[in-house]
């Protein structure tokens, strides 16, 4: 298996990014935002307490999400590996992502963070909002999906940096521009991890 987190701030473009990459080296792609919402459409038990937190800015529990990723994992135990989008927000779900790639003979093999500034971030969620509907895309909710990011989810840099490798791009420029820069950077511990 090959195991690559996409870290990044709301907005960042880890969702855009994962895409590409599942695309490129044949990952399985989790994002654990799109199963919230796919969740919340179609108004499961879980979809109904995952919105209250999301529709506030909030993280849901690490519990909660931790059960959803087990279930993922396990329901794609044949994949060649996974890509992370969204997943580990906090820093007992890194602790217990590391259990569970462990128990299955794995680990994290890279971390990408996509580095792009605050206001650059609001400009863009603010207009996805507008596009796409959102609920959690509208200035009051990204104000505190920012915060949330900074207290709860930037201290996996630090984690991350001390427990394999935290690789930094630019996450500024056109969607081509970021993608080779990722796989600058992946390409070579692809091909050391096989
Ligand atoms: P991006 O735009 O870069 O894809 P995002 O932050 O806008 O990122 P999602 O990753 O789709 O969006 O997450 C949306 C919401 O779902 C989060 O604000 C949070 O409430 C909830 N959520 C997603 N992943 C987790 C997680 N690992 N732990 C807790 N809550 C999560
Ligand atoms: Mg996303």
């Known amino acids: 298996m090959f195991n690559l987190i996409i870290f990044g701030a709301p907005g960042s473009g880890k969702g855009t ?3 590409r ?3 490129r ?12 919402r796919s969740h919340i459409a179609q108004g499961t038990p879980l979809g109904k307490v995952a919105d209250g937190f999301i529709s506030h800015g909030n993280l849901i529990p690490d519990e909660l999400m931790l059960d959803i990723l087990a279930e993922e994992l396990d329901s794609h135990s044949d994949a ?3 890509i992370f ?3 580990p927000r906090t820093i007992p779900q890194a602790e217990a992502l590391r259990g569970l790639l462990a128990g299955r003979g794995s680990k994290v093999h890279a971390v990408v963070g996509l580095e792009v500034p605050e206001d650059e971030l609001m400009t863009r969620l603010v207009k996805r909002g507008a596009e796409s509907g959102r609920s959690d895309d509208n200035p009051e909710t990204i104000a505190k999906r920012l915060e949330v990011y ?9 984690f991350y940096t001390e427990e394999t490798t935290f690789h930094p ?6 969607v081509d521009d970021i993608f080779k820069s990722i796989t600058l950077v992946v390409d070579p511990l692809k091909d050391a991890a096989e």
């Open 17 to 19: 990014q994962s895409e």
């Open 21 to 23: 990459l599942v695309e």
């Open 25 to 36: 080296y044949g990952l399985h792609h989790i994002s654990t935002g799109e199963l919230l």
């Open 80 to 82: 060649a590996g996974v």
């Open 85 to 87: 989008d969204g997943f």
């Open 150 to 158: 900074h207290r709860q989810t930037q201290p996996l840099k630090q």
């Open 169 to 174: 791009i630019n996450g500024i420029g056109s």
